[in-house]
């Protein structure tokens, strides 16, 4: 009887015992909330050593930049101190063509012929005005001579040296025409000669024989821009054109070495120099044009060629060309750029920055970093949105 008595008080607690460590279990795995959340301090976070969210962020440290510009687009084109664009001063139709494209010329250089009733009728008029003029001067001492021996009248005299006097007027004005046209009273026909103004080569042409001309002649398909006949210039000295950002407008000057690569040649490097910066931002690509000029004395480069520019900065101002970090490190907030730093292992800090234009993946910094400070090259838009979660 006392074993059947005593055994129902054991079943009891050993019951109880078990729903003890039950609850002791449960009360335990309520407790295990995980890895701790980042402490969030104004612009600053900080994670907890082994924080799974740390394997997200990557950090760099920036770098000085020792070349101001790179690997800007450039277009070529013709030098206007030593090119001209030659159009004809006359009307007619062309009887020669003397001249073609990659011909050499010299000043003065006769380029082609055209049959011009307008250069006919201005030689004709010169040559008229001169016979006036020598009948004129003839006139004007014949009475000068009579009036001396009293067989003329002052008036006469007065009247004779009037007529002189326009006869001269009207010879000087037809000799400026022709002149303009780039004749003589020598000429003995009305086939005017096209001629080169400048020594040079020929590097463009827009002309046929039988071709009718005229002073006013334009390209029928682009309003407002006259076709020139002849276009001579120096093809070893061409200019250069690049369009560049606000943002390297600072290391940027007259005088500055350029580096100019093309694609034809690609392990040639053709020196040139920057000359002029303009004063306008262009409206549409917020950009503004930069000139300078390419020494090509092979004449390898052509006009109208896209080339690679590097604008080298200065050695006396590398210091002020700032330093340079991977694009992924910068980010918008409010028309500013701002960045993560790393302060100490696990701990980063926002701050704004003057960043430039993205250029192969990295970004210029000229103000808010320093050279070899560590920044979040991958996570700054996690570390972003657990500074400011609304954004």
């Known amino acids: 009887?006392?074993?059947?008595?005593?055994?129902?008080?054991?079943?009891?607690?050993?019951?109880?015992?078990?729903?003890?460590?039950?609850?002791?279990?449960?009360?335990?795995?309520?407790?295990?909330?995980?890895?701790?959340?980042?402490?969030?301090?104004?612009?600053?976070?900080?994670?907890?050593?082994?924080?799974?969210?740390?394997?997200?962020?990557?950090?760099?440290?920036?770098?000085?930049?020792?070349?101001?510009?790179?690997?800007?687009?450039?277009?070529?084109?013709?030098?206007?101190?030593?090119?001209?664009?030659?159009?004809?001063?006359?009307?007619?139709?062309?009887?020669?063509?003397?001249?073609?494209?990659?011909?050499?010329?010299?000043?003065?250089?006769?380029?082609?012929?055209?049959?011009?009733?307008?250069?006919?009728?201005?030689?004709?008029?010169?040559?008229?005005?001169?016979?006036?003029?020598?009948?004129?001067?003839?006139?004007?001492?014949?009475?000068?001579?009579?009036?001396?021996?009293g067989a003329a009248a002052q008036k006469d005299v007065e009247a004779a040296e009037a007529a002189y006097v326009a006869a001269l007027a009207e010879h000087d004005r037809a000799e400026s025409v022709l002149a303009n046209y780039g004749g003589s009273d020598t000429s003995t026909n009305e086939l005017y000669r096209l001629r080169s103004p400048m020594a040079g080569t020929v590097v463009d042409k827009n002309i046929n024989p039988g071709q009718e001309l005229r002073p006013d002649m334009m390209l029928g398909n682009v309003a407002q821009i006259f076709n020139p006949l002849f276009t001579v210039s120096d093809p070893t000295k061409l200019w250069l054109q690049v369009d560049v950002t606000e943002g390297d407008l600072p290391s940027l000057e007259p005088g500055q070495s350029l580096s100019v690569r093309c694609n034809a040649f690609p392990d040639k490097i053709f020196p040139g120099t920057v000359e002029k910066i303009g004063d306008t931002f262009d409206p549409a690509t917020r950009t503004i044009k930069v000139r300078g000029s390419v020494a090509n004395p092979d004449k390898l480069l052509k006009a109208e060629m896209y080339v690679t520019v590097d604008v080298a900065q200065a050695a006396d101002k590398t210091a002020d060309a700032g330093v340079e970090i991977p694009a992924s490190s910068v980010f918008m907030l409010d028309n500013q750029h701002y960045l993560f730093v790393e302060t100490a292992p696990g701990h980063f800090k926002r701050q704004p920055v003057k960043a430039g234009t993205e250029t192969d993946g990295k970004i210029p910094v000229f103000d808010g970093l320093a050279a070899g400070q560590k920044v979040v090259a991958e996570g700054a838009l996690l570390l972003q949105s657990i500074v400011n979660p609304a954004d």
């Open 1 to 149: 009887m006392k074993i059947f008595q005593t055994f129902p008080s054991v079943l009891v607690a050993s019951l109880l015992a078990a729903l003890a460590v039950a609850g002791c279990k449960k009360q335990d795995i309520s407790q295990d909330t995980g890895p701790a959340a980042p402490k969030v301090t104004g612009d600053e976070v900080e994670f907890a050593a082994g924080s799974p969210q740390l394997d997200s962020i990557t950090v760099e440290a920036a770098q000085p930049r020792t070349v101001a510009i790179r690997h800007l687009t450039g277009r070529l084109y013709w030098n206007d101190d030593v090119t001209v664009r030659i159009f004809t001063p006359v009307a007619g139709r062309v009887s020669a063509v003397l001249a073609d494209i990659g011909q050499s010329v010299s000043n003065g250089a006769p380029l082609a012929e055209i049959d011009s009733p307008d250069f006919g009728q201005a030689l004709a008029a010169t040559r008229t005005a001169a016979a006036n003029l020598a009948a004129a001067d003839k006139a004007n001492a014949r009475t000068k001579d009579l009036f001396a021996h």
